[in-house]
């Protein structure tokens, strides 16, 4: 059963407004949220976090690349690419499939990496106004790193899996550490909605 909890906030000052739900934990946060189309254009400070980050994420990359360019030479020509819910592959591909990963993963990152540059574009759950806008957009740039971060690694834990079946090696235990790990990737986005709300006025 899920439970319905409304919020209206802001209705008397002009501008556009959209009705938004948000689901945590099985408790639906439906409001209307006002679009940010004039937010400041203003780019937050690079703390040492952000950049170790980012660097974490260019390594990742760079190594799923090299697993993949390393594993390539002594692949079967046909490699399992997909698995049903016992772990058993369900669908084969060409060996040259063990790039695709690594190519998401440059794709997504690189994607979020130039996106980050532009924070006064993102959608917010709040109000964006002149006093609270660095730290919002610190908050949600620092927030799509951590999502580079844990999709580069998921995807190079695929990329490992799909090489290790390749080998012979598969583990069903692979299959449920993905399965948690996509579930868990829900956390920073929790995270991240408590604390924009939690200083919103700052």
Do not use: C
């Amino acid at each position: 059963m899920k439970t319905s909890v409304q919020f209206y906030a802001g209705l008397k000052k002009p501008g556009f407004y959209f009705e938004k739900e948000i689901d945590i934990f099985g408790v639906s946060f439906i409001g209307m949220a006002k679009m940010n189309h004039y937010s400041p254009r203003m780019r937050p400070e690079l703390k040492w976090g952000d950049l170790l980050l980012d660097a974490l994420v260019l390594a990742m990359i760079v190594g799923i690349w090299a697993l993949a360019f390393l594993a390539y030479m002594h692949l079967p020509d046909s490699i399992a690419l997909h698995f049903d819910a016992a772990g058993q592959p369900n669908r084969y591909g060409g060996k040259a499939n063990v790039f695709l990963m690594p190519f998401i993963a440059t794709l997504i990152a690189s994607g979020i990496f130039i996106i980050n540059q532009f924070p006064h574009i993102f959608n917010y759950p709040v109000k964006i106004t002149p006093q609270n806008a660095i730290y919002q957009y610190s908050l949600a740039t620092r927030f799509m790193r951590w999502t580079n971060l844990l999709i580069t690694l998921l995807l190079g834990i695929i990329t490992y899996e799909i090489v290790a079946s390749a080998r012979g090696k598969f583990s069903k235990i692979g299959i449920v550490l993905i399965i948690v790990y996509s579930m868990l990737m829900m956390i920073p986005f929790v995270i991240y909605l408590i604390l924009a709300f939690r200083r919103r006025e700052k």
